[in-house]
T-cell receptor, first 114, second 112 residues
Framework: KAGVTQTPRYLIKTRGQQVTLSCSPI?????VSWYQQTPGQGLQFLFE???????NKGNFPGRFSGRQFSNSRSEMNVSTLELGDSALYLC?????????????FGQGTRLTVV | KQEVTQIPAALSVPEGENLVLNCSFT??????LQWFRQDPGKGLTSLLL?????REQTSGRLNASLDKSSGRSTLYIAASQPGDSATYLC???????????FGAGTRLFVKA
């Protein structure tokens, strides 16, 4: 079974630009979560989608947004990039069955804003 | 608001030693707790998942325990190996919503 796939793996953008990151969950997983990881703040929750609906959101500005498609693939978008947005962005695919919720992570997208 | 703390922040041990990593959380209303391993610049690898109704889980040389009432979990690694060197993260999923809160991690270095 294929794991969680995130594309692209690396990205360099200029301040003020916008970026879209993609995440394909494990087949059959309907929940996708996004996290930002930086050396100073650690792993911080961005948002979670389940069946195309955002069901929770972290404390990030409105420049960060996401969506989920009918095939469970998800994208996150960051507009008006700032230097502080440089981070590893991780996507987690969650299996929810029989009350058991286990998250599986992709390899991440390393975003550098210059 | 859930807060997750991991102690120690870093640990260096000789190969073969048994070790314990600690994770504490402030809100005992949790759905589950998951331990992950992260190698530098990489994603997270799931090690063990403990549901709120469980007390422990084991996988190979790893054993994780959960004490909800005291807000603590421990990850026990037996007979450590240099390949165990990585950052270990615990993540708590609450019952009141679907947020998962991560600890800052314990960076482990096992010397050959």
């Amino acid at each position: 079974k294929a794991g969680v796939t995130q594309t692209p793996r690396y990205l360099i953008k200029t301040r003020g630009q916008q970026v879209t990151l993609s995440c394909s969950p494990i087949s059959g997983h309907r929940s996708v979560s996004w996290y930002q990881q930086t050396p100073g703040q650690g792993l911080q929750f961005l948002f979670e989608y389940f069946s195309e609906t955002q069901r929770n959101k972290g404390n990030f500005p409105g420049r960060f947004s996401g969506r989920q498609f009918s095939n469970s693939r998800s994208e996150m978008n960051v507009s008006t990039l700032e230097l502080g947005d440089s981070a590893l962005y991780l996507c987690a695919s969650t299996l929810q069955e029989s009350g058991r919720t286990e998250a599986f992570f992709g390899q991440g997208t390393r975003l550098t804003v210059v | 608001k859930q807060e997750v703390t991991q102690i120690p922040a870093a640990l260096s041990v000789p190969e073969g030693e048994n070790l314990v990593l600690n994770c504490s959380f402030t809100d005992s209303a949790i759905y589950n707790l998951q331990w992950f391993r992260q190698d530098p610049g990489k994603g997270l690898t799931s090690l063990l998942l403990i549901q709120s109704s469980q007390r422990e889980q084991t996988s190979g040389r790893l054993n994780a325990s959960l004490d909800k009432s005291s807000g603590r979990s421990t990850l026990y690694i037996a007979a450590s190996q240099p390949g165990d060197s990585a950052t270990y993260l615990c993540a708590v999923r609450g019952t009141g919503g679907f947020k998962t809160i991560f600890g800052a991690g314990t960076r482990l270095f096992v010397k050959a």
